[in-house]
């Protein structure tokens, strides 16, 4: 079994700044991409930021310039560092990680979700 856990969600004044983690663990046997999505109240979930094992990033337009994704192989966890927090950046954000169980099996797995509130 794999599971993802989220930590560091909350409510912050637009302009401020929240970190958020996610560590997996389990069944592991190795970790390719891994990232974020979000999903605004009413709206499709979008992604916002992925990394490569290597550590190559990917960031939708909205988010590029303010928010920098990293992740520590040894620790199999993705951070999202997420500066100049705006309104429109409140939503539940799920990270995501494709995993290779000690079997070979490789599937796409997320995390429950962290609220971050934006206020203005």
């Known amino acids: 079994q794999v599971q993802l856990e989220e930590s560091g969600g909350g409510l912050v004044q637009a302009g401020g700044s929240l970190r958020l983690s996610c560590a997996a663990s389990?069944?592991?046997?190795?970790?390719?991409?891994m990232g974020w999505d979000r999903q605004a109240p009413g709206k499709q979930r979008e992604l916002a930021a992925t990394?490569?094992?290597?550590?190559?990033?990917n960031y939708a337009d909205s988010v590029k310039g303010r928010f920098t994704i990293s992740r520590d192989n040894a620790k199999n966890t993705v951070y999202l560092q997420m500066n100049s927090l705006k309104p429109e950046d409140t939503a539940v954000y799920y990270c995501?990680?494709?995993?290779?169980?000690?079997?070979?099996?490789?599937?796409?797995?997320w995390g429950q979700g962290t609220q971050v509130t934006v206020s203005s």
């Open positions: 995501s990680a494709r995993i290779t169980k000690r079997s070979g099996y490789t599937n796409n797995y």
């Open positions: 389990g069944n592991i046997f190795s970790i390719a991409a």
């Open positions: 990394i490569t094992s290597g550590g190559t990033t």
